[in-house]
T-cell receptor, first 109, second 116 residues
Framework: EDQVTQSPEALRLQEGESSSLNCSYTVSGLRGLFWYRQDPGKGPEFLFT???AGEEKEKERLKATLTKKESFLHITAPKPEDSATYLC??????????FGQGTELSVKP | DGGITQSPKYLFRKEGQNVTLSCEQNLNHDAMYWYRQDPGQGLRLIYY???????QKGDIAEGYSVSREKKESFPLTVTSAQKNPTAFYLCASRNPGQGSSGNTIYFGEGSWLTVV
């Protein structure tokens, strides 16, 4: 069964405390692995697309990496404004989007 | 600026009433989607449309209806048959014809629907 599983469900960090969010996927024929940020009461905001194992993308304090079965979103020296829910999404072979449940990140000053 | 506009942001529905959520995009995207998001849960697909005048049911289409008469518009009607409509509704779009870059899906800001 095509599935995307994110862990942890919630993560609390102190400002400056680096960590990683995990996204495990089981889909046939990967057509892109996407990371989104969602603030409460708003639509998801696109962050990254990864297409092949070994690929890495960076944006400010965020870095996304991809292996054949997982993707990681590394957050370096996070700030309170990085607090949000981070969603991992991919497509299955039929073209249907498969969403993870999200990781709710809270960064305390 | 190109983007997806959803309206209204907040909507209250009485029991037995149909309501329509608007979604407009000026990205020239062919495909449009409606998702429902309940607190603490992931996104669930209601309906999607790959091209004008055509649309397909998603995973939770019962109690909802859509139309796609224009490329830029994909309104969602929540009918009285939907027994638990209180949720956050997200409209999205993408352009499959753009090759790999067209795989990225873009979302509107969402609409909150509450039954009163």
């Amino acid at each position: 069964e095509d599935q995307v599983t994110q862990s942890p469900e919630a993560l609390r960090l102190q400002e400056g405390e680096s960590s990683s969010l995990n996204c495990s996927y089981t889909v046939s024929g990967l057509r892109g692995l996407f990371w989104y940020r969602q603030d409460p009461g708003k639509g998801p905001e696109f962050l990254f697309t990864l297409y092949s194992a070994g690929e890495e993308k960076e944006k400010e304090r965020l870095k996304a990496t991809l292996t054949k079965k997982e993707s990681f979103l590394h957050i370096t020296a996070p700030k309170p404004e990085d607090s949000a829910t981070y969603l991992c999404v991919t497509y299955n072979q039929g073209g249907k989007l498969i969403f993870g449940q999200g990781t709710e990140l809270s960064v305390k000053p | 600026d190109g983007g997806i506009t959803q309206s209204p942001k907040y909507l209250f529905r009485k029991e037995g009433q149909n309501v329509t959520l608007s979604c407009e995009q000026n990205l020239n995207h062919d495909a449009m989607y409606w998702y429902r998001q309940d607190p603490g849960q992931g996104l669930r697909l209601i309906y999607y449309s790959q091209i004008v005048n055509d649309f397909q049911k998603g995973d939770i289409a019962e109690g909802y209806s859509v139309s796609r008469e224009k490329k830029e518009s994909f309104p969602l009607t929540v009918t009285s048959a939907q027994k638990n409509p209180t949720a956050f509704y997200l409209c999205a779009s993408r352009n499959p014809g753009q090759g790999s870059s067209g795989n990225t899906i873009y979302f509107g800001e969402g609409s909150w629907l509450t039954v009163v």
